[in-house]
């Protein structure tokens, strides 16, 4: 196995241990600068401090051309990006909200605002995944873990979904973000069966050979880490249910 590939995956163990403790450092200044289809401002949109969230008709016109079910996604990315604040946990803290937390609390991290965009969607969208994994930050050359949602226009294109863009630019071309990081998957559960686990969460809790299926290079080393995940997302299910039946 060569220097380079070995290296990859020792920055894949840190990326995943930093996933299981971790200050989470997913803040604005490692986001992507985004991707502007349309005028984000204008007499279109509510002008700021009006009390209401922000409206784009462009930006959804947009989002209805390039993706099947785009205003779903329009409206799920809307009620994130100006409704739900950027929040840090303390150092050494990983405690995953349910949606119906992040909702409440109008806060939340990466993997916190996710799940909730992932909860917006359902049940009439299927396509789509939530990705855990790294980022290489090219500019300042930085490693950190984080958690996306992705998924392909009506063209086949891979688009990243980036809710705390803060903007109508958070909708993002994959070739964009290359420019400035490089993404590592280490897990990605399509959308369809992160509905069945939020839905039916008790069913997983014994299905770890599931989730070591999706380890990136199926490298063993990974797969604490990955059952780590696979615990963490069951117990949040297992909350949201209970929530539910409030």
């Given amino acids: 196995m060569s220097i380079k590939k070995n290296n990859l995956i020792v920055i894949c163990l840190l990326a995943l241990?930093?996933?299981g403790a971790k200050n989470d450092i997913c803040i604005s200044d490692q986001q992507p600068k985004g991707y502007y289809p349309v005028p984000s401002k204008g007499a279109f949109c509510n002008p700021p401090n009006s009390g209401k969230l922000p409206q784009n008709p462009l930006y959804k016109e947009w989002c209805n051309e390039m993706f099947n079910n785009g205003s779903l996604i329009y409206e799920a990315y809307r009620q994130i990006a100006f409704r739900i604040v950027y929040t840090p946990e303390?150092?050494?803290v990983d405690l995953w909200q349910?949606?119906?937390?992040?909702?409440?609390?109008?806060?939340?991290d990466c993997e916190d605002a996710i799940l909730l965009f992932h909860q917006l969607l359902t049940p009439h969208y299927k396509e789509g995944e939530i990705i855990w994994g790294f980022v290489h930050n090219l500019i300042n050359q930085t490693f950190y873990p984080h958690v996306w949602f992705q998924l392909n226009d009506i063209d086949g294109n891979l688009y990243i979904i980036e809710p705390f863009a803060g903007d109508w630019n958070g909708i993002i071309p994959i070739e964009i973000i290359a420019k400035n990081e490089v993404r590592q998957k280490i897990i990605g559960i399509p959308n369809d069966i992160i509905s069945d686990i939020m839905n039916s969460p008790s069913k997983y809790k014994n299905m770890k050979d599931f989730f070591i299926k999706q380890v990136a290079m199926h490298d063993m080393r990974l797969i604490k880490q990955v059952d780590d995940v696979l615990t963490k997302l069951v117990n949040v299910s297992l909350r949201f249910k209970r929530q539910q039946h409030r």
């Fill in 17 to 19: 241990v930093l996933l």
């Fill in 90 to 92: 303390p150092p050494k």
């Fill in 98 to 108: 349910t949606p119906f937390e992040t909702i409440s609390i109008n806060g939340g």
